[in-house]
């Protein structure tokens, strides 16, 4: 069933008319899953995709987010300690040259 | 912008007249997000084509309206002086028979701000109705009521119009069902 792979999101489960698809009723269950796929890879915004749908249809993990392209890895650089003297604030606030 | 040539180009020979059976509407004042108009469009086609949807404010939703078959049309009018030209557009269709709920539609709406979405004989939609302006009620053309003769027809018609700069082809989605806040 394909509410097990997307969900309905901004509008209440029910009647959309879509340009080259006639009219979906997504309040139904029996929508072919192959359809609604469609749908969403071609950006349909009242789409999302569950967790299970990302496995299934997918192949990612449920924690993976899904994104047009993929980021590089970000790399934490280790933190390097400088022996910098911290300056202490003169007492009016003034700063001198 | 890019002009080019522009010749018969009618896809697989389709040019039937007249509109769908049904036309979607809606309360102007509900309209959360409006397709936007062409900036900045890089060929002539695109300087007819609206992006994106409309989008309705939570809880609220686009209607459909049944009308009778041939009775419906959307009329282009091009007006003003020289140097002011703009376009009236008109959308004429015939509901059939008195039931409460089309003079109840007529009552509430004759005097409120709608927009349109009409879609001729090939699918092609179009929107009247924008961020600054709505379509309103313009009267019935062909007048309201029981008819004379027993084989008169029997029903409502109603005139809507919509002024705007340019005419737009509307490609989004219609969405029948309630708008909601996630």
């Known amino acids: ?97 | 912008m890019e002009f080019t040539d522009i010749n018969k180009n009618l896809h697989l020979g389709e040019n039937m007249g007249g509109i769908m059976q049904v036309v979607r509407f809606g309360f102007w004042a509900d309209v959360e997000t409006w397709p936007t108009k062409p900036s900045n469009p890089a060929t002539i086609e695109e300087n007819a084509v609206l992006t994106g949807d409309i989008v309705m404010k939570a809880g609220k939703r686009m209607f459909d309206m049944y009308i009778t078959d041939d009775t419906g049309e959307f009329q282009i009018e091009s007006v003003g002086e020289v140097d002011g030209k703009s376009y009236v557009l008109h959308l004429s269709l015939f509901h059939p028979g008195l039931q409460k709920k089309i003079l109840g539609f007529i009552n509430a709406i004759k005097n409120d701000n709608l927009f349109f979405i009409v879609s001729d004989a090939e699918g092609q939609k179009y929107l009247m109705g924008d961020e600054l302006r709505p379509a309103i009620f313009n009267g019935s053309p062909e007048g309201n009521g029981t008819g004379k003769a027993t084989s008169d027809r029997k029903g409502m018609s109603c005139e809507f119009i919509y002024k705007t700069n340019n005419v737009y082809v509307y490609d989004g989605n219609i969405p029948l069902t309630e708008a909601t806040s996630a």
């Open chain 1, 1 to 97: 069933m394909w509410k097990d792979y997307f969900k309905m999101i901004k509008l209440v489960p029910g009647r959309v008319v879509i340009s080259g698809h006639g009219t979906v009723d997504f309040s139904r269950d029996d929508i072919p899953v192959a359809l609604i796929k469609k749908l969403y890879e071609n950006d349909f915004p009242y789409l999302e995709l569950t967790p299970r749908g990302k496995e299934k249809l997918y192949g990612l993990k449920k924690d993976t987010p899904i994104s047009t392209y993929s980021k590089p890895p970000i790399q934490n650089k280790p933190v390097q300690k400088r022996n910098r003297k911290k300056r202490s604030p003169n007492k009016t606030g003034k700063q001198f040259r």
